[in-house]
């Protein structure tokens, strides 16, 4: 498309005379000139030429002189560059006009290849702003694109704590940070029935819009199968079955799946390629949670999951994380790695459980010291009490 | 990160070098990709010189490994590092892909038995 210049001037020559001097540039659709005779002119061909990048105005009109247009221009058309055309000398006029907005200026008589080396300038000028709007009206779809994941992954997962303030016999609490860019993370808890607890966690590989897209699929098909009452195992099947259709882009997700038997504390879980959870002992005691070795959920479509089975004492816990703790950096890219995550867990062991996961999150942020968190930071802790 | 290739016979040997992040996988993916719609069909991924591996750098290796098993084709993995290899023993990606200590026993899967390899 032609650069787009509009030329303002009640005197007929300057007209006659670009229209001789840009004749080859017009012709090969390189410039595209519109004419007005006045600035009231100027105003309504600005208004119905949508695309003008340049104006060329004298300065000394009838209806309304070129000072007054440029103070119009430079409200409503900011993206518009102007050059001004005034007598040579004239400089309190020119310094007006350089206030009111007008990008420069060129005197009378024109020299035409002044005249051209100023139009090119201005142009340059012209596009590269727009260029430059462009660019940022991308960049603020681009975080309005995030807010958006932020919001999906914010909405989905439960947040009132207590959640089951009725029950005496189990106490649960997470907490999640996401990451700027939002990875896929999320946890979950329900009663499946009055004695049957289900929590989950899980981790959607990627990040944005569709990790966060692929988590809310994932965590309501895991929480509608659970629902039916099915062992660990079983549901972990039937979820990677549907979510490898869904699989775009070969996008998985990590899910860990207990249930809690509410009365008797024994806990019966599956898992999905998930870190592995801690079983934080009654007096301090911590060990990781016996591997099921499954693998992600949505890689495969026939994947089978094993389940285990273990008995909680009254003040045992299981805690819950995803790598965003672990793989926490500090300035040095250094990991927060599991050795740190155990000896932050050997402090608080027998803190109230919102302060367990509280403590944790310190801990990691302390490390950090400020680096930039690259993944979600998500932690699930559950307490049976007897 | 850094991506480099080397070509054994048929076999294409694609060397990563730093980290494999959420950021630098998406140029893994490009290449991959790239390679399998230029007809690739052998690819072994030495990991002798990666650090670190995240979710989205599995997912690009299993969306390589769903379009070569379409192809016809197949990928293997080799030196990975213990961190890594516990990586994917979490993710149960061990049990899908074959993994190899050494580059040696990576190349003879694909019935590549040469003098030792040379890195560009």
Known sequence: MPTQILVVDDEPDLQLMISQKFRKQVREQVLHFEYAISGVEALQKLQSHGEVDVVLTDINMPEMDGLTLLAKINEQYPLVKSVIVSAYGDMSNIRTALNRGAYDFVTKPIDFDNLEITLNKTMQAALTHRQAVRDHDQLLALQQELEVARKIQQSIVPRKFPPFPERREFEIHAEMIPARDVGGDFYDFFLIDDNRLGFVIGDVSGKGVPAALFMAVSKTLLKATALKGLPPEECLQQVNRILHLESVAAMFVTIFYGILNTRTGEVEYANGGHNPPYLLRVGGHIEALAGTGGLVLGAMRNTTYQAKKITLQAGDGIFLYTDGVTEAVDEQNEQFTETRLEESLQRSADAFLPHVVRNTIDAVQKFSNGAPQADDITLLALKYLG | ?120
């Open chain 2, 1 to 120: 990160m850094e991506i480099t290739q080397t070509q054994h016979d048929d076999l294409l040997v694609v060397h990563l070098n730093g980290r494999l992040d959420a950021h630098t996988a998406k140029i893994f993916e490009d290449r991959l990709l790239l390679l399998i719609a230029q007809g690739r069909q052998k690819i072994l991924v030495d990991f002798s010189k990666l650090d670190y591996i995240s979710s989205a750098g599995l997912r690009v290796l299993l969306l390589a490994a769903r379009k070569l098993s379409e192809a016809g084709g197949k990928i293997a993995l080799c030196c990975l590092k213990p961190m890594i290899k516990t990586v994917f023993d979490i993710a149960g990606f061990s049990a899908i892909f074959p993994i190899f200590s050494t580059f040696e026993e990576g190349q003879a899967v694909f019935g590549v038995v040469t003098a030792p390899h040379t890195h560009n």
